[in-house]
């Protein structure tokens, strides 16, 4: 009896290794599949934003992460249209009431850096400037970063950071946003362009984006609390959103609202 040939070809080969000065380990891609594996299923783009916020505190363990969203990056940090975690009450009063216009995030030369890098750290930006020295640190927060995933015609996903364990936010956490950004892109652009249809089809509510946000988090059952804390705006501010949002979408409870809003969410 004749032998069986083998049914692979060739010398057998070991996994390529990995190139000399890798500046990511092991642990920091499993990291970044996690990350991956928890907001690919998002259905919309605002169960995209929650997950990811909550996927980065949860695996890099930063003390604040903020995810906004808008038709271009300046539109994305200025309107603020998005969700934040990790924030207390008094610090995002304080910085709506003070720093909000001397944050270095918010400025032209953040925006052309951001296009081009990918991911900015305030270090790089203005790293003993009042912002910082001032109002972060007394608060326990020694570094941010900023990381914009640009989706293009959709539009543009912008995550904001901060930590406080280290004095400036590791490489190795940078190394880690910069490949994460480019495997969320596609995920993006999907979530915004779904977001884009859900928006044009109540084309007959004349809301503007942040009262798209306070619709949306209200349809969901948050109370006026959880909204504004989710949206860096006061109680008030969302008391006076949700009053414009109850009239333009002819309803009169938020009960009623939230019946509206998933009645007419596209399939």
Excluded at 2 to 30: K, N
Excluded at 46 to 73: I, K, N
Excluded at 96 to 124: H, K, N, S
Excluded at 210 to 228: H, K, M, P, Y
Aim: with cysteine; charged share 25%; glycine share 8%.
């Amino acid at each position: 009896m004749g032998s069986v040939p083998d049914a692979i070809t060739g010398s057998p080969r070991g996994p390529r290794p990995l190139p000399d000065g890798e500046p990511m380990t092991a642990a920091d891609y499993r990291r970044l599949v996690g990350v991956l594996e928890s907001v690919d299923t998002a259905a919309d783009l605002p169960e995209f934003r929650e997950r990811l916020l909550l996927a980065l505190r949860s695996w890099f363990g930063y003390a604040g992460v903020a995810v906004l969203h808008g038709d271009t990056l300046a539109a994305a940090i200025e309107e603020g249209c998005g969700i934040q975690g990790g924030y207390a009450p008094a610090f995002i009063a304080e910085y709506a009431a003070r720093w909000r216009d001397l944050d270095p995030f918010r400025t032209e030369r953040a925006y052309q850096r951001l296009l081009a890098d990918g991911v900015v750290t305030l270090e790089e930006l203005d790293p003993s400037g009042d912002y910082a020295e001032r109002f972060l640190r007394p608060h326990g927060i020694t570094d941010k970063a900023g990381m914009v995933v640009d989706g293009g015609p959709a539009g543009v996903i912008y995550v904001g950071i901060a930590i406080r364990d280290t004095p400036r936010v590791p490489a190795r956490d940078l190394a880690v946003l910069r490949v994460l950004r480019r495997h969320l892109a596609p995920l993006a652009i999907d979530r915004l362009t779904r977001h884009r249809e859900r928006l044009a089809a109540r084309a007959d509510w004349r809301l503007t984006p942040r009262e798209w946000d306070v619709a949306a988090l209200a349809a969901q059952g948050l109370t006026n609390q959880q909204i504004a804390a989710r949206l860096f705006i006061g109680v008030d501010t969302v008391k006076k959103h949700l009053t414009r949002v109850l009239a333009e979408t002819a309803s009169t409870t938020r009960t009623e609202l939230a019946a509206r809003w998933h009645r007419q969410r596209p399939q």
